[in-house]
């Protein structure tokens, strides 16, 4: 007998159904005796919970259960883990273990995008919406009648708000934890405003509702919350209006039941759009002089969709054709969101052949991309978001390389004009940086201690028009600035960086700065420029001379000299005089250099033959990043170029030396120099260790600016599992010399 084809929507609908019973319990009578569960996830003000259990009636019927460690009993909160929302997890798995489930669950913290507040711990959407999925944690996430969500924005819709933009923006960055550091960073600020206000990703409220999925009332805010105190009025009157709470959620628990038994018997219904339970009145009248909402948890489609994308039981072809076909639907702007999400958590880098053709058809699509060039060009105000996703376009061949890169020169120029403490921070959170012409730079920023601090972070340019810009800063009123303005014309020092005698001679009126860190700088700089005028040669030995001076300074004036000499340069007497006075003096450091300098040789230009054995072929890394075996002829030391950014690593020394003894390790060596921070982070992201093994559980001197900003404290890096910092001056680590 010929059967007739089953509808696609008909199968869609009893799909949705099955699941929507696997989330949803059943209702049974509750026995007067059973307690209702309360679960209480207190990340700030625990004024809520307190108000709950003293006024739910009748209170032999309820039980309280607090999700957030150390919460309980006003117990201190436990030390936080690497993963901040483990505990999270973890009691999701302990819930479902012991097959408990949560009546009502009363969630109250600063809420921007993520729950945050005086636990310390943090709870995001994004965890929430992926717990919320594939029964990994039912007993918090669906299996509740009630979810009191008290926190600004929690359930906000994309419309207008009491606040603007701006003015939530300014909200979210001034967040500061228990120890005065940001919560959010700027990427995730402006992830957070454009979610509320924009028409990337979903809102709030369609968010919350795919996180609780089953949950017939959800209440929040849709703007402003009332802080914990001030919610307690509101929330009184409401619980005076409901006399017997059990009874109510025991009616709410039959009306969720009733319209499961109506849904699964009327496909028609289902499939005309979902019926949420209907408001809760009590609860709106008590709180209507505020931003209160109400909405139910709403297990559709796109739940199904989403919750699919991120199942880890799926194959990730599976899922990335999920995700292909959310962002080619309709409204598939939204999911741009989830696609962001989906490429942090699971690079394309690391795909096999069956999911990279599928990252490839998500690329191609002409749909998608064009609705994310039309999201990207809507973002020129929020450029770390912008940068996010101009790295996604870029992954998905939305967005050329060219293109990227020009993007990204752009909004680091904006950002360096800009010359505030947010843009200096967004420009050294990332990394990646384009080199940027300073003639693209307004000469305000060359000024501005902001600006100057995040060129510091960027790639150093080469061109003489930056060294002259730098050097603007050495007469500038802020002592920042000017000692800022020292370290930048220091670390980009060599033969083509356009430090002129005259700018050499302004670095050496700040070695007069009444600002300690500014002459320290100014001391450095010439250190690394190794000046030849007399009249600056005169200035550092006058540092030498003077035994009230700063010890930095004196050490390196006296490198400097030891950089003169063995660059093949020459002195005035006076200033040889100066040195063998420093050698016999009493700071052994000082008097080390000044013993080398005196005694130094220019550098010889013989050219030994490589050693045939070591010339073997080329190692691409695990990062697939070519590295070949060179020998430096003047030298015949061994090294590896990283043909990416043609940076030659030898071997490191054998005998450990300290600060200074370092640098002239390598400045003896043609061509050579300690690397720099930047140097040691691009080569660790390089795959530097696949080569040379032994730089694992060692430390390396490096160049680096401190992380205090000043030269106080030598810093060095360190390849024992990553790349540290430790402010101790008077230790002594491996020396590892790079060069071109």
Same mark, same amino acid.
């Given at each position: 007998?010929?059967?007739?084809?089953?509808?696609?929507?008909?199968?869609? !609908?009893?799909?949705?159904?099955?699941?929507?019973?696997?989330r949803i319990p059943f209702a049974t009578a509750k026995d007067p005796s059973d307690k209702f569960t309360v679960c209480t996830i207190t990340i700030n003000s625990d004024n809520e919970a307190k108000l709950f259990k003293s006024k739910l009636k009748p209170p032999s019927r309820f039980e309280f259960v607090e999700i957030v460690p150390g919460r309980a009993d006003d117990k201190a909160a436990p030390e936080k883990t690497a993963d901040s929302e483990n505990w999270f997890k973890n009691a999701c798995a302990q819930l479902k273990e012991r097959k408990k489930s949560c009546d009502m669950v009363i969630l109250s913290g600063h809420f921007g995008g993520a729950f945050f507040g005086s636990s310390g711990q943090r709870l995001t959407l994004e965890t929430l919406e992926q717990m919320g999925c594939n029964s990994a944690c039912p007993g918090i996430m669906n299996s509740p009648k009630e979810v009191f969500l008290f926190g600004c924005n929690t359930l906000a819709g994309k419309g207008a708000n009491t606040r603007t933009p701006e003015q939530y923006r300014a909200v979210l960055r001034a967040e500061v934890n228990e120890n005065g550091d940001r919560v959010f960073t700027d990427a995730q600020v402006e992830e957070v405003v454009v979610f509320r206000y924009g028409d990337f990703g979903e809102s709030n409220r369609e968010r919350m509702s795919r996180a609780f999925s089953g949950v017939p009332h959800l209440y929040g805010f849709d703007s402003v919350a009332p802080s914990g105190k001030n919610a307690e009025e509101s =929330?009184?009157?409401y619980l005076k209006s409901v006399p017997d709470y059990a009874a109510h959620l025991e009616q709410v628990e039959l009306e969720r039941a009733t319209k499961g038994m109506i849904g699964a018997l009327d496909q028609v219904h289902q499939m005309n759009g979902f019926h949420p339970p209907k408001p809760n009145p009590e609860i709106a009248t008590a709180f209507k002089s505020t931003n209160f909402a109400q909405c139910s948890g709403n297990f559709t489609e796109d739940t199904a969709g989403y919750c699919g994308v991120f199942d880890e039981n799926r194959p990730l072809s599976a899922r990335l054709s999920l995700l292909r076909g959310l962002l080619a639907g309709p409204g598939g702007t939204k999911y741009l969101g989830v696609a962001k999400q989906f490429?942090?958590? +699971?690079?394309?880098?690391? +795909?096999? *052949?069956? *999911?990279? &053709?599928?990252?490839?058809?998500?690329?191609?699509?002409?749909?998608? /991309?064009?609705?994310? !060039?039309?999201? =990207? !060009? *809507?973002?020129?105000?929020?450029?770390?978001?912008?940068?996010?996703?101009?790295?996604? $376009?870029?992954? =998905? &061949? #939305?967005? &050329?390389h060219e293109d990227a890169q020009s993007r990204k020169k752009t909004i680091l120029a904006q950002l360096l004009n800009q010359g505030t403490i947010e843009a200096k921070d967004l420009v050294c959170s990332r990394q990646g940086w384009p080199e940027i012409p300073a003639a693209e730079i307004n000469p305000a920023a060359f000024t501005n201690p902001y600006s100057l601090e995040a060129m510091t972070c960027i790639p150093k340019s080469n061109d003489p028009e930056a060294a002259r810009k730098f050097a603007i800063a050495l007469t500038a009123n802020d002592k920042d600035a000017r000692r800022l303005g020292a370290w930048l014309l220091g670390e980009s020092s060599g033969p083509k960086s356009g430090m002129s005698p005259e700018i050499e001679k302004k670095l050496a009126a700040q070695l007069n700065d009444p600002d300690i860190d500014a002459k320290q700088m100014a001391a450095w700089a010439l250190h690394r420029s190794a000046p030849q005028d007399p009249a600056v040669q005169q200035a550092l030995a006058e540092r030498l001379d003077d035994p009230h001076e700063d010890a930095s300074v004196r050490r390196d004036a006296a490198m400097a000299f030891f950089q003169i000499k063995a660059k093949g340069g020459e002195f005035p007497s006076s200033v040889r005089e100066s040195l063998e006075k420093a050698a016999k003096g009493g700071d052994s450091i000082v008097a080390r250099i000044a013993t080398r300098a005196l005694t130094a040789h220019g550098t010889g230009s013989a050219e030994p033959t490589a050693e045939k054995d070591f010339l073997k072929s080329a190692v691409v890394s695990h990062a697939g990043v070519e590295f070949e075996?060179?020998?430096?002829? /003047?030298? $015949?030391? &061994? $090294? #590896?170029?990283?043909?990416?950014? $043609? /940076?030659? #690593?030898y071997e490191s020394k054998n005998t450990p030396s300290g600060q200074y003894g370092a640098e002239m390790d390598c400045s003896e060596k043609p061509g050579q120099e300690l690397p720099s921070k930047a140097d040691l982070v691009l080569a660790e992201q390089h795959g530097i260790r696949d080569v040379l093994k032994n730089m694992n559980d060692h430390w390396f001197w490096s160049s680096s600016l401190g992380p205090d900003g000043t030269r106080d404290a030598y810093v060095f890096v360190g390849y024992d599992g990553g790349i540290g910092y430790d402010d101790r001056n008077d230790g002594r680590y491996s020396v590892r010399c790079v060069g071109r």
């Open positions: 007998m010929h059967r007739r084809p089953v509808d696609l929507k008909c199968r869609i !609908a009893l799909s949705l159904l099955v699941a929507l019973f696997v =929330l009184m009157r490429f942090e958590r +699971y690079p394309p880098e690391k +795909y096999d *052949a069956q *999911a990279k &053709s599928e990252f490839d058809l998500i690329g191609a699509n002409p749909v998608v /991309k064009k609705r994310f !060039a039309t999201t =990207l !060009a *809507a973002l020129e105000k929020m450029p770390a978001f912008a940068l996010d996703l101009n790295e996604l $376009g870029e992954k =998905l &061949s #939305w967005v &050329s075996p060179v020998k430096n002829p /003047k030298t $015949g030391e &061994s $090294g #590896w170029r990283d043909t990416v950014t $043609g /940076k030659v #690593w």
